[in-house]
């Protein structure tokens, strides 16, 4: 099963599922689990599979990587030339390599394989991924900041505002009393704000007091 993340509030239980994210603004795909058919996923719900940016594997169950070889090859068939990140444990490398052994295959693109370890592992597009190892199975969190609205220059400008860092400050919604009196206020040179949000990517059933507050604010719990 695979699942997309339009970052609406709901919850999936499953013991056999691949899930993404998909960042509009730059049009990469991040993949959490390869499970087996996920190229036939991919297809099905009309992703582009060359847009797979990162592929990130909790790990080494085989339910978890059944699909990945597979999924490798078929970029290398396509032609891709862009770098292919993956972030898993640390012996996720051996088994690539077995597999590539036997199976003849070499890979046209570049494969960088991050071994995972707790903390913050991808920081990108606004987007923090962190890892938290649970007894040898990794949990994550994304996390999303508040992203400030689009300044309106030619408000500014109708306003006999000059350009500098006055602008700056509007934008990230500061007030100003000029010396007659009149407030500016940074709300009425923007736009609203987009509100951030958390992911938290749960994999197993039982959890410490440590991953319930690390996931109390958090808008989409998966539980896997």
Excluded at 23 to 39: H, M, P, R, T, Y
Excluded at 139 to 165: H, R, V
Excluded at 204 to 210: L, M
Aim: charged share 15%.
């Amino acid at each position: 099963m695979l699942r997309y993340l339009n970052f609406d509030t709901y919850m999936i239980t499953s013991t056999n599922i691949s899930f993404l994210i998909k960042l509009l603004a730059i049009k990469d795909i991040w993949v959490f689990n390869c499970i087996e058919g996920s190229q036939f996923n991919f297809l099905n719900q009309s992703f582009k599979i060359n847009n797979v940016s990162k592929i990130i594997i909790p790990n080494l169950h085989i339910a978890n990587i059944s699909g990945l070889l597979g999924l490798l090859s078929t970029l290398n068939l396509t032609g891709r030339t862009k770098s292919l990140h993956l972030y898993a444990p640390i012996n996720l490398k051996y088994y690539l390599d077995l597999g590539k052994k036997y199976s003849k295959t070499n890979f046209s693109y570049i494969l960088y394989i991050h071994t995972l370890k707790t903390g913050l592992i991808i920081n990108q597009y606004g987007c923090r991924i962190y890892a938290l190892d649970y007894h040898g199975r990794y949990e994550f969190f994304m996390i999303q900041s508040e992203q400030y609205g689009t300044f309106y220059l030619d408000k500014a400008k109708n306003n006999y505002l000059l350009p500098g860092p006055l602008y700056g400050k509007l934008k990230k919604g500061f007030s100003f009393l000029s010396p007659d009196g009149f407030i500016l206020s940074g709300s009425s040179f923007t736009s609203c704000n987009a509100l951030g949000f958390q992911i938290s990517c749960l994999f197993s059933s039982f959890y410490s007091r440590r991953v319930f507050e690390s996931i109390k604010n958090a808008r989409v719990i998966l539980l896997m």
